[in-house]
């Protein structure tokens, strides 16, 4: 029996346009996966860095993976994560610093006009101590204050009135429910710590709402880093 050259024909025509209707088919499942792809990246993204969710936003490094943000408290404010006088000047609408270090104001309290305080809560998860050499915030340093070493947190003073706290630029450590502040840098392993960190005047004057990038420097090759939301606690 002879084959009908036009039949032929319009079944070639057919198969050809199932595989075009199957290769744009394939084209758009592989759009949808790429943006769902794309969209589940984004929320993880943003859940860790730029909400300032809780967890450590850091390398792959066992050693920083071990460092834990537990909280942290960023408000215009008197009372930091239950540390209390420690008067955020509220209403200024931001995180004062190289304004509040000028001439006369140096090291002073936010209520007399001196820079304003982060208090950052990290617990360290770790098997061993580890040893905070310095916490970068927006990539400026600010290195441990050995003044406070063993020595009660006093916020109803200046510092040159026989308060104690951290001079502008510097940073305390003090154990949870406890105001003495730590004796050296070490965290101990399984310690939950408060960081009392008191701007000073290479910080810029930073806007509420706006992020912290904040880095903490624990002697491994890789910080830890995670970024926190400036008028904010979590």
């Not at 199957?22 to 730029?50: E, K, P, Q, R």
Request: glycine share 8%; proline share 3%.
């Amino acid at each position: 029996m002879k084959t009908n050259p036009n039949h032929l024909q319009l079944k070639k025509n057919c198969l050809s346009k199932k595989r075009g209707i199957t290769d744009i088919i394939s084209t758009m499942l592989l759009m949808a996966i790429t943006v769902a792809g794309a969209s589940t990246l984004t929320y993880f993204v943003n859940d860790s860095f730029i909400s300032g969710n809780l967890s450590t936003a850091s390398s792959l490094n066992t050693e920083t993976k071990s460092v834990q943000l537990i909280a942290y408290d960023t408000r215009d404010a008197s009372t930091l994560l239950k540390v209390t006088n420690l008067d955020n000047k509220f209403g200024d609408q931001q995180l004062c610093s190289v304004s509040c270090t000028g001439v006369g104001l140096s090291d002073k309290l936010p209520l007399n006009g001196g820079s304003e305080f982060v208090m950052i809560k990290i617990k360290n998860n770790g098997i061993h101590s580890i040893f905070l050499d310095n916490i970068k915030l927006n990539k400026i340093v600010h290195t441990w204050d050995s003044q406070t070493s063993g020595i009660a947190l006093n916020t109803l003073q200046d510092l040159s009135s026989g308060g104690n706290y951290p001079h502008d630029g510097k940073f305390s450590i003090i154990p949870e429910y406890s105001i003495i502040q730590s004796s050296d840098n070490e965290i101990t392993n399984g310690d939950t710590v408060n960081l009392l960190i008191k701007l000073g005047p290479d910080d810029q004057d930073i806007l509420l709402n706006k992020g912290i990038q904040v880095m903490l420097n624990i002697g491994t090759i890789n910080p830890v880093e995670f970024l926190i939301e400036s008028g904010s606690a979590q």
